[in-house]
């Protein structure tokens, strides 16, 4: 059963990981991968498992806001 729930997941050469990933969320209706231009196969691995790619750029400025730092 899905649930009408989306799942954002961001990303950045992540081919190591996003399956997994993915797999933990299959319950949810809709997958976003916001992909921050990965230079392996983090995009190809998220399309064939059925989630949605969006291309992203993190500013530095984007990434100090969310971790402080």
């Known amino acids: 059963m ?3 729930i989306s799942v ?3 990303t950045k050469n992540e081919e190591k ?11 949810a209706d809709q997958i976003f ?3 921050s231009f990965s ?3 983090t995009c190809e ?3 064939k498992m059925g989630a949605i790619v969006v291309p992203f750029k993190w ?3 984007d990434l100090e806001s969310i971790t402080g730092h």
């Open 45 to 47: 691995i998220a399309e």
């Open 2 to 4: 899905k649930y009408p």
């Open 39 to 41: 230079t392996d196969r």
């Open 17 to 27: 990981n996003i399956e997994k990933c993915i797999k933990s969320v299959s319950w």
């Open 59 to 61: 500013e530095k400025k």
């Open 8 to 10: 954002l997941i961001a």
């Open 33 to 35: 991968v916001v992909d």
